[in-house]
Nanobody
Framework: QVQLVESGGGRVQAGGSLRLSCVGS???????MGWFRQAPGKEREFVAA??????YYADFVKGRFFVSRDRPSVAIYLQMNGLKPEDTAVYYC??????????????????WGQGTQVSDSS
């Protein structure tokens, strides 16, 4: 069973930065890891993912957020810069074997972490 544990969330002023981490276990049957977020009253939405070394980003984070993966430790990171109030959400780590055309589809991932809160403190 895949297990994912996120960390690194917190409160940050607009324009600030945070780095989220997700450490996975039993992920040998997955080829993709990514980040989604869910704000209050909204649906879960794709943020970024890595599949076989290819990086994917939602349009609203391009140039601000950067995803990286450390394969030896099976960890994925999300460096978030230039944070905006609208980035406030619970951020979830996900793992699975989505086809490339479904990389941004939450239902294509089979394992999820518990989430970490990112909030605007402005």
């Amino acid at each position: 069973q895949v297990q994912l544990v996120e960390s690194g969330g917190g409160r940050v002023q607009a324009g600030g930065s945070l780095r989220l981490s997700c450490v996975g276990s039993n992920t040998t049957n997955t080829d993709s890891m990514g980040w989604f977020r869910q704000a209050p009253g909204k649906e879960r939405e794709f943020v970024a993912a890595i599949k076989f070394g290819a990086h994917y980003y939602a349009d609203f984070v391009k140039g601000r957020f950067f995803v990286s993966r450390d394969r030896p430790s099976v960890a994925i990171y999300l460096q978030m810069n230039g944070l905006k109030p609208e980035d406030t959400a619970v951020y979830y780590c996900a793992a699975g074997r989505p086809i490339s055309s479904a990389i941004a589809t939450a239902s294509a991932y089979t394992s999820w972490g518990q989430g970490t809160q990112v909030s605007d403190s402005s």
